[in-house]
């Protein structure tokens, strides 16, 4: 087989540079994924917040790679599911003095129908995405009884294949995947007993901490670790310990938690086994390989964008990295080999925003959720009974802060279940409801199952628990 260009990875990074490189003239183009659907990681991500700085509207996961999958649908680009690549090697390395490198790359891939593939192409762009921590990485001492997940792992059980891990969790690490999982469990009829991070602050977003431990009083210890798992066969708890500045347990601070779920969410790493396979030397800060400007790795050739390069907190960063991916494997492509350039060096996502002030006074001050920044924002009442609103970097600040204040408001997502379907449909709240009846709503939607075929935007519940919001369907029952 043969295409101009090869994408691998059929995620938001994938979608974005494929469709630069075919925007940009690149007519013959080729995605493998290796999942059943295109979408990636985002699939699984029903909860709102993406798309703000892309699409200027706030969107959940599935909303977010559909919006890709129906501009890629427009086009010629082909894809391929259910494939795995296990090889890709690149035209020749950045320190050859060739003017013009006429090998193609080869990537070798395999799937169920097609057996073997050997495809030659002209550009290659790396976007596998990441993977998390597991269990080995923690060096946590046990049996390996059944009820220890990955946050990532918990949350495709629950909001793809409709599954609960458990009712009783502890949750170790405090990265947004854990903390929205949190949420997640809580909203689906589970106890999170509570978070515990070894660092003295979070690893997620600190708007992830207000709304999806803040809200439903889920504790947050810093510096705290899980240093032993109880059971055999399942899970019964766990013991956590309180941990110094060389992160080792200080004797007499066990606690003993009973549960029946723990899960981690101690960070993520770039998916490389492909890279260091094709020769290519990694980034210690990073976890990626080396770039160019154009995202072009020292194996020319070969590019690498998404959280493959470095794990991004945003997908709309993910999508405006690979744009530039997209160009540069076009400008390869069709106007032929330049010379390499100068390593690029990375912006990778700044940390110092997350943890929330010591001195944070609930009864006055709240952290904006409505966009990544979780601006501090204070509120305070004047002698005429109105609010004086400050710390606010835009009017959607003011807005939250003025009715967290007066009438809290969320925005629900969750899933509902299609007759004669495996898998469940995500839905959200078109629009946000008022947070004494988020439970309430949640109830409603658990009780629905449909017997209909579902697009995004159909309408699964009018007037929600009596809010004047609908539930809207989020994804599509054929999948994305």
Known sequence: MKAQLVVIGGGPAGMAAALKAYENGVKDILILERDNTLGGILNQCIHNGFGLHTFKEELTGPE????????????????????????????????????????????????????????????????????????GALNIPGFRPSGVFTAGC????????????????????S??????????????????????????????????????LDDYDIPLYFRHTVTKIEGKDRLTGVVICEVGDDFAPIPGTKKH????????????????????AAGMELDPKTGGPFVNKDFETPKRGIF??????????????????????????????????KDWGEVQELKLPAKS?????????????????????????????????????????????????TNEMTAPK?????????????????????????????????????AVELDREVKVGDVIIENVAGTGIDVVATGETDGI
């Open 257 to 276: 938690y009973d549960c029946d779920t723990l899960l981690l969410s101690c960070g993520l790493i770039p998916e490389n086994e492909l890279s260091v």
């Open 304 to 337: 690498a964008c998404g959280n493959v390069l470095h794990v991004h907190d945003l997908v709309d960063n993910v999508s405006k990295e690979s744009v530039l991916a997209g160009e540069g494997a076009a400008k390869l492509i069709l106007e032929g080999v």
């Open 64 to 135: 977010y790679a559909l919006r890709y999958v129906h501009m890629l649908k427009d086009t010629d680009i082909k894809y391929m599911l259910n494939t795995m690549v296990i090889d890709v090697t690149g035209r020749g390395d950045k320190d050859n003095e060739l003017k013009d490198i006429k090998d193609a790359c080869v990537v070798t891939a395999m799937n169920g129908e097609m057996g073997l593939l050997k495809i030659e192409a002209e550009a290659v762009v790396l976007a596998m995405g990441c993977r998390e921590k597991t269990r």
């Open 175 to 212: 990265g947004d995947i854990g903390l929205i999982m949190a949420r997640r469990m809580v909203l689906e009829g589970a106890k999170v007993i509570c978070v515990a991070e070894i660092m003295p602050y979070s690893g997620g977003l600190r708007r992830n901490i207000m709304q999806c």
């Open 410 to 446: 969320r925005t629900v997502t969750s899933f509902v279940s299609i007759k004669g379907k495996k898998n469940p449909v995500p839905v959200k709240t078109k629009g946000e409801i008022p947070k004494s009846s988020v439970f309430e709503c949640m109830k409603t939607i658990k």
């Open 154 to 173: 918990a949350q495709r059980y629950s909001n793809i294949e409709g599954l609960m891990c458990g009712k009783k969790v502890v949750i170790v690490g």
């Open 353 to 401: 925003q997350n943890t929330i002030p010591k001195d944070f006074d609930k009864t006055r001050q709240v952290i904006c959720i409505r966009c990544p920044r979780g601006c501090l924002v204070t509120a305070d009442k004047k002698e005429d009974g109105t609010l004086d609103i400050t710390g606010n970097s835009c009017p959607m600040g003011f807005e939250f802060a």
